[in-house]
């Protein structure tokens, strides 16, 4: 049963919005990763958002592509990951977990094994970066049979007649791009989508959670303003991983002062 409509109801009651970090699993290492989302969990990240490793990571800017490397030359394998996600779900279990992939990953295993395989790792949602609106109903059918929210982008200038598609097809949120091109901090966020955000809760679709050049609270506060349930940071989390790989203690110190001032512009 997905864990994200307790988690936005929570939040609504308190007035706030969630903030969501994104981190590639098995980077720089499994146990390192592991690591690294205990300590986003101990600083009061509403929910997670996960990627499993892969050598073609389309969306993502340069920050993210080189965490997928670093895991991947680490020797990193799905089935790693799945087993990191069984840790992760067993040790929270009421922490919403989402996992954002791409075509190929999913493909291979075939698309019913692969999410069976999510749910048994108690993952509530899966995001598939590559696919668009047009042909995303097997996954997001798939996802349904199995217990698991399809999660769909809703990107900039989408016409009405798409964001009434991605409305009908998602499950769990609706991931709303805040500009054109791939993830990164380095570029920032376009908020200017409360149009977008109006449009998809209009057609009924699930809340609408932010995401792309996420990288300081001003932002997460500017996405609350325009009516998002939440914030998704990936690069810059990602970002202060790779800045400390060699001291792992100032990497949790980093990524836990960023994490609690991301919170605290949720709230």
């Not at 308190?14 to 592991?34: M, N, Q, W």
């Not at 690294?36 to 969306?59: H, K, N, Q, W, Y």
């Not at 955000?197 to 506060?221: C, D, N, Q, Y």
Request: charged share 20%.
């Amino acid at each position: 049963m997905s864990r994200y409509p307790a988690m936005f109801k929570r939040l609504r009651a308190e007035s706030a919005a969630a903030f969501i970090p994104f981190v590639v699993l098995g980077d720089p290492d499994l146990k390192t990763s592991r690591e690294i989302i205990e300590t986003l969990i101990s600083s009061g990240v509403d929910a997670l958002e996960l990627g499993i490793p892969f050598s073609d990571p389309i969306a993502d800017g340069p920050t993210i592509q080189q965490a997928a490397v670093r895991a991947l030359e680490g020797g990193v394998t799905p089935q790693q990951c799945w087993t990191l996600l069984e840790e992760v779900r067993a040790a929270h279990p009421d922490v919403p977990i989402g996992l954002l992939v791409y075509a190929n990953l999913v493909a291979h295993a075939r698309l019913d094994r692969f999410y069976a395989r999510a749910a048994e790792a108690g993952v509530d949602s899966v995001l598939v970066a590559d696919v668009p609106t047009a042909e995303a109903e097997p996954f997001a059918q798939a996802a349904r049979d199995a217990g698991v929210d399809p999660v769909l982008i809703a990107p900039p200038n989408a016409s009405d007649d798409r964001l009434r598609r991605i409305a009908a097809l998602s499950a769990g949120y609706t991931y709303v791009v805040t500009r054109a091109g791939v993830t990164g901090a380095e570029q920032a966020a376009t908020l200017d989508r409360g149009a977008v955000i109006e449009r998809l809760i209009a057609h009924g679709a699930p809340p609408p959670v932010v995401g792309f050049g996420i990288s300081t609270p001003e932002h997460v506060r500017a996405a609350r303003a325009l009516g998002a349930a939440g914030a998704i940071s990936g690069s810059a989390v990602v970002a202060r991983i790779s800045e400390h790989l060699g001291d792992p203690a100032r990497m949790h110190d980093a990524l836990s002062s960023f994490a609690r001032q991301m919170r605290a512009g949720a709230r």
